[in-house]
């Protein structure tokens, strides 16, 4: 199988394998206990902190510990508005379906109000438009992300991060997709609270965590033994903590060799595309912009563009037409209805990773050519 949807998670890393492979067998003390087993486990997991904070340049008492990153954006999210008091969202159409969820089930608690940056075209966010909304009340939690999951469009959040500030408004970023890509460093100009998914950058499924700022309170979600300094009790995920410090230490070690290899096989990609394929459409003009390893085009119907995703599959190539959290669900997507594209043909997304070849993407342009081109 030839693998291209890395956006909806990418494969287990070998070093992060074998080094979970370990822990496994010899760290199972339960971090609470006071026995030296648990204060081993215990280590492991502060250890594992201080490596992730000091990547990203916070205080290890600004990460917290969850499931996963949807964990962590519910937390954030009803956590701030229920102890906060503040009653307006500022977001965008184009948000994760984690997080629009996450909005639309405080919205049904709480008498929210919600408003939604403008965006063009190429997902642009308007930052004027960001200050009018703020200049009108102050008192808001401005939610928008980093980086689109099925468009790659990169929004310039030390910006927004920056208008934020000055109106002491929270900046809460889901930063899902840039983890690990990028030098992400929270400490000046960044979001003050934001999260992550281990298995984006060659982690373990099952774990992420939510960074915090210490300038920012929140109320729990999940209550009982106090663990995670009282923000999120239960008995902590030892072997994939360990596993995502591991991936993040990794995936800056050899974040530039990777970034150079992925960001030439999308420009190899889309030049080839482009060449044989001139009537496909390139959502959010990311053939030459915004994630380096995506790639999302609309495929228009003077191909054969019929259950793409099936014959692709057939071929032995995994992609995806959107997210991975609403695969099997046949509905137009809304990031591409919020920027105006045609939803009435399908979209692919190609996402690379570090262990794709420049021979399987000519294999897939070959098969594209048989499946698209009409007899």
Same mark, same amino acid.
């Given at each position: ?168 408004? @929270? ?32 982690? @373990? ?14 109320? @729990? ?56 394929? @001139? ?12 994630l380096y390893n995506l790639i999302n085009f609309s495929v228009p119907d003077v191909y054969k563009n019929k259950m793409l995703l099936e014959k692709l ?63």
């Amino acid at each position: 199988m030839i693998y291209f949807d890395n956006a909806a998670t990418t494969p287990l890393d070998t070093e992060v394998y074998e080094y979970m492979c370990t822990i496994m067998k010899e760290q199972y003390g339960n971090p609470s206990s006071v026995h030296a087993l648990g204060r081993s486990s215990k280590v492991l997991i502060e250890d594992s902190r201080s490596l992730i904070a000091g990547l990203l340049k916070v205080q290890p008492s600004e990460i917290y510990f969850t499931s996963t990153a949807t964990e962590a954006i519910t937390t954030a999210i009803f956590g701030l508005i229920r102890k906060s008091g503040i009653r307006r969202i500022i977001t965008s159409a184009i948000e994760h379906h984690a997080v629009q969820h996450a909005i639309d089930f405080v919205h049904k608690i709480y008498p929210l109000q919600l408003s939604f940056v403008r965006l063009d075209k190429n997902a642009n966010p308007d930052l004027e438009h960001l200050e009018d909304l703020l200049t009108e009340n102050p008192s808001s939690l401005v939610i928008l992300m980093h980086a689109n999951n099925e468009t790659g469009s990169v929004f310039p959040i030390n910006s927004i991060s920056k208008i934020c500030k000055h109106y002491h408004a @929270p900046f809460f970023s889901d930063m899902v997709q840039s983890m690990g890509k990028y030098e992400n460093d929270l400490s000046d100009n960044g979001p003050d609270i934001t999260c992550c998914s281990a298995h984006k950058l060659h982690g @373990p499924k099952g774990v992420g965590f939510l960074y915090l700022s210490k300038n920012v309170s929140i109320s @729990p979600l999940i209550t009982g033994g106090g663990q995670e300094r009282n923000m999120r009790s239960g008995t902590e995920n030892i072997y994939g903590i360990a596993g995502m410090a591991k991936a993040f230490e990794i995936a800056y070690r050899d974040m530039k060799k990777n970034r150079e290899h992925i960001t030439k096989l999308k420009n190899y990609f889309a030049d080839k595309l482009k060449s044989n394929f @001139p009537e496909l459409i390139f959502n959010a003009q990311n053939d030459t912009k915004g994630l380096y390893n995506l790639i999302n085009f609309s495929v228009p119907d003077v191909y054969k563009n019929k259950m793409l995703l099936e014959k692709l599959d057939m071929q032995q190539i995994a992609v995806s037409g959107g997210s991975a959290c609403n695969s099997g669900v046949v509905k137009a997507s809304h990031v591409l209805e919020a920027l105006n594209a045609d939803t009435n043909i399908p979209a692919l997304r190609f996402s690379f990773s570090k262990y794709n070849t420049f021979e399987e993407l000519d294999f897939s342009i070959e098969a594209l050519k048989k499946l698209l081109f009409k007899n």
